[in-house]
């Protein structure tokens, strides 16, 4: 079947401008992640959904970023005043609803903030 | 704290040949799991493979097998084989079990593999 799907692939903005980035999970899977890669580093933990609810948005790093999931399937990632440390691949993943279920990511989007 | 460490930036194999990538974790909770996921240029994070920590037996997939030692810490990929195809980054990742799913990732090691 067809597995995560993230658009767009890449995105440049300016500073100070507002961005959506999209995450199309597997079908069937209630668990949803977004990870932020910054170059030459390992993903990072940004928000968890189950179902249309955030259960843990501890990796936010600020209020700029928002993330929301309203019918418990895509997910939109917000990222509001862009600034130039923003600039990363964000990836998202999903899995089953049990705990302990592998993740499996998408293809992620290249955000480039000038 | 919870954290994974991967010591070797880099990597280089010949075809054919095993190899062996390290990882280290810590974390105080009992139940955890752990993985491997290999990230080609092109940039999506591919899962390999799962280690419980109550896993009585390494986890293997094909060529790939895990080195677990628990009392070490220490969750190793060993690739046998190795294909040039191999060449990739690969981030070891921790779960903890209490909390949320959330992984915690190391900083990745780059495998080049050469004729």
């Known amino acids: 079947g067809a597995g995560v799907s993230q658009t767009p692939s890449n995105k440049v903005t300016e500073k100070g401008k507002y961005v959506e980035l999209r995450c199309d999970p597997i079908?069937?899977?209630?668990?949803l992640y977004w990870y932020r890669q910054s170059l030459g580093q390992g993903p990072e933990f940004l928000i968890y959904?189950?179902?249309?609810?955030?259960?843990?948005d501890s990796g936010l790093p600020n209020d700029r970023f928002f993330a929301v999931r309203p019918e418990g399937s895509v997910s939109t990632l917000k990222i509001q005043r862009t600034e130039r440390g923003d600039s990363a691949v964000y990836l998202c993943?999903?899995?089953?609803?049990?705990?302990?279920?592998?993740?499996?990511f998408g293809p992620g989007t290249r955000l480039l903030v000038l | 704290a919870q954290k994974i460490t991967q010591t070797q930036p880099g990597m280089f194999v010949q075809e054919k040949e095993a190899v062996t990538l390290d990882c280290t974790y810590d974390?105080?909770?009992?139940?955890?799991?752990l993985f491997w996921y290999k990230q080609p240029s092109s940039g999506e994070m591919i899962f390999l493979i799962y280690?419980?920590?109550?896993?009585?037996q390494n986890a293997t997939e094909g060529r790939y097998s895990l080195n677990f030692q628990k009392a070490r810490k220490s969750a190793n990929l060993v690739i046998s084989a190795s294909q040039l195809g191999d060449s990739a980054m690969y981030f070891c990742?921790?779960?903890?079990?209490?909390?949320?799913?959330?992984?915690?990732f190391g900083t990745g090691t780059r495998l080049q593999v050469f004729p």
């Open positions: 993943a999903s899995s089953f609803a049990e705990k302990g279920e592998t993740q499996y």
């Open positions: 974390t105080s909770d009992p139940s955890y799991g």
């Open positions: 079908s069937g899977h209630t668990a």
């Open positions: 990742a921790m779960r903890e079990h209490q909390g949320t799913d959330k992984l915690i």
């Open positions: 280690q419980g920590s109550y896993d009585q």
């Open positions: 959904f189950q179902g249309t609810g955030a259960a843990d």
